[in-house]
Each structure stands twice: as C-alpha cells, then as structure tokens.
C-alpha cells in the first residue's frame, strides 16, 4: 500500500470568520484599472465590508484580488481582459491558489473556472439576484472543507490472488494454457469471468473503504472511476475540528491495503458539493 498526499498548501491554523478579519485585509479604494477590462470571479464567500487579498490573481502580472460586496456575502473578483480562458496548468493552478489562500479564514463557495463579467456592478446583481442560494449554501458549507481520494490497483495482481480462491478461473487458464488448436472460446468465458469478479471484488474493497470513512465525514460523492486500475473516486466533505482525525482514518485504512494504492488530496474548496445555478449571464457569453 502507497498513500500519496499533495497540493496541501493551506496551513493547519485558521478557520471561518464570517467576515471578521484583520485591519490590514480591509481594502479602502477598489483597484484602478488602466483600461476596459472585466471581472474574474474565483468563489463567493461571506463577508462585513471590503477586503483585499494581494496580487495573486490570474494572468501573466498577477491582479490585485478584492472583493465585491452585497448585504453580508461578497465575491472574491480581480480585473481581467474580456476573454475566455483556456484552462491550461496555469491558469487552473492560479484560480486554486486564489480559493485555497481565501478559505484559510473564510468559508468559500468556489465559481467555476473561467468565470468573467463585465463590471463589478453585474456581479452585484448576481450577489443580488442568487443572494438567498449563497446564503443557504455558505451556511450548510460553514467550517467544511472537502477532501479527494483515489484509490487505485494493479488488475494482474488481483486476478492472481483470485484465481487462488476460485476453482473456475484457474481451470479455465490451465485449459487456455494446455489446449491445442482454438482457445477463443475459452478465452471468451475467461474474459467475462475475470471481469465480473474484478467487479464484484473492487465494489467490495470501495464499500469497505467508504465505510470505514463515513463516521469522520459529513457527506461524500462518488464520482466514475478514470482508467482500468481506479477503483474509487471519491470527494469528501469533513469538518475542519475533525480534519486530522480523517487524515488519519485515511493512512489506517490505506495501511490495510498491501496492493492500493491511495491517492489523497486537500483540502480544497467544497467543489463537488455546491451547485448553484447562476441566474445572470456570464460575460463571455453576452454580447
């Protein structure tokens, strides 16, 4: 069993403060712009007035990041060119980097990549318009991060652990092995079982994994496996007071596992669980 953890930038300090923050982070003027440019929106979180985050923002001369503000939520913007991003390595890591360093003290409902208006004034009618939906879901997301876990094996090791348990399998390899003339037929029924029991065996192991994380977690979200030896593909929400207790349910479980391989990332900002439909256009997608 390998366990590989990355992309743990956030540091163990901090937590959600509905707004309170240090005198420093209160930004007094909104950035000036040299030129007509739009809005880039990283997440929406919940916020007393004004703030600003440095210049950490996406594009080749990291923008200033602030926010825009309606009643107590605000958006978390920097300029940007009227364009539509391509989601390259840089542009997607710089989009992360701005929603990992805000939700070290702030619960955050991550956008989209490459979300654009036009002004700060049409994300104050977005605020506006979904303020009810914002609200509802920074409330149910409040002091939860979200946490990845791939878990991974090697087929042809498998197959030979169960063809030490399964009469059948094992008799159908030697009959392959020892025939002469055409095996297509044999090969077939080798086939079909080989793929039912890696099926049944890996819906097994990923039932038992998932049971053994349900108590440290507040949801969880399947999602379909990429390639042949992905066996689970999960996202997890989990409480910030109980973040360490999951990483550790994770390593114990991981270390019953001689032949997975656990892939386990974060945390990072509740992606898979919020799904807010935006009721104003986009402004890449305006005229």
């Given at each position: 069993?390998?366990?590989?953890?990355?992309?743990?930038?956030?540091?163990?300090?901090?937590?959600?403060?509905?707004?309170?923050?240090?005198?420093a982070?209160?930004?007094?003027?909104?950035?000036?712009?040299?030129?007509?440019?739009?809005?880039?929106?990283?997440?929406?979180?919940?916020?007393?007035?004004?703030?600003?985050?440095g210049?950490?923002?996406?594009?080749n001369?990291?923008?200033?990041?602030?926010?825009?503000?309606?009643?107590d939520?605000?958006?978390?913007?920097?300029?940007?060119?009227?364009?539509?991003?391509?989601?390259?390595?840089?542009?997607?890591?710089?989009?992360?980097?701005?929603?990992?360093?805000?939700?070290?003290?702030?619960?955050?409902?991550?956008?989209?990549?490459?979300?654009?208006?036009?002004?700060?004034?049409?994300?104050?009618?977005?605020?506006?318009?979904?303020?009810?939906?914002?609200?509802?879901?920074?409330?149910?997301?409040?002091?939860?991060?979200?946490?990845?876990?791939?878990v991974?094996?090697?087929?042809?090791?498998?197959?030979?652990?169960?063809?030490?348990?399964?009469d059948?399998?094992?008799?159908?390899?030697?009959?392959?092995?020892?025939?002469?003339?055409?095996?297509?037929?044999?090969?077939?029924?080798?086939?079909?079982?080989?793929?039912?029991?890696?099926q049944?065996r890996?819906?097994?192991?990923?039932?038992?994994?998932?049971?053994?994380?349900?108590?440290?977690a507040?949801?969880?979200?399947?999602?379909?496996?990429?390639?042949?030896?992905?066996?689970?593909?999960?996202?997890?929400?989990?409480?910030?007071?109980?973040?360490?207790?999951?990483?550790?349910?994770?390593?114990?479980?991981?270390?019953?596992?001689?032949?997975?391989?656990?892939?386990?990332?974060?945390?990072?900002?509740?992606?898979?669980?919020?799904?807010?439909?935006?009721?104003?256009?986009?402004?890449?997608?305006?005229?």
């Open positions: 069993m390998s366990i590989m953890t990355k992309q743990r930038r956030r540091s163990k300090t901090g937590g959600d403060r509905t707004g309170e923050v240090p005198e982070a209160v930004r007094e003027t909104a950035p000036a712009s040299a030129e007509p440019s739009g809005r880039y929106v990283y997440c929406v979180i919940p916020a007393q007035r004004e703030l600003s985050f210049p950490i923002g996406i594009g001369d990291p923008a200033e990041v602030y926010t825009v503000n309606y009643r939520i605000a958006a978390v913007t920097s300029a940007t060119p009227l364009e539509v991003y391509d989601p390259t390595r840089e542009n997607v890591l710089a989009h992360e980097r701005v929603n990992e360093s805000v939700m070290r003290d702030f619960t955050v409902i991550p956008m989209s990549f490459g979300t654009v208006f036009k002004t700060d004034q049409d994300i104050v009618e977005l605020l506006k318009t979904a303020y009810d939906a914002f609200r509802d879901v920074l409330e149910k997301m409040k002091n939860k991060l979200e946490f990845g876990l791939k991974l094996w090697e087929p042809e090791a498998v197959i030979s652990e169960i063809e030490k348990d399964h059948n399998l094992r008799l159908l390899r030697q009959e392959i092995s020892s025939q002469e003339g055409s095996t297509y037929f044999a090969r077939m029924q080798y086939g079909r079982l080989v793929d039912s029991l890696l049944e890996s819906e097994a192991v990923a039932g038992e994994i998932l049971a053994g994380l349900r108590d440290v507040v949801a969880s979200r399947i999602n379909k496996p990429i390639g042949e030896k992905m066996i689970l593909n999960a996202a997890f929400l989990v409480a910030r007071q109980v973040e360490e207790d999951f990483d550790a349910r994770v390593r114990a479980i991981g270390a019953r596992y001689e032949h997975l391989t656990f892939k386990y990332t974060g945390p990072w900002p509740p992606y898979n669980f919020v799904n807010i439909r935006l009721k104003l256009e986009r402004a890449a997608d305006s005229e």
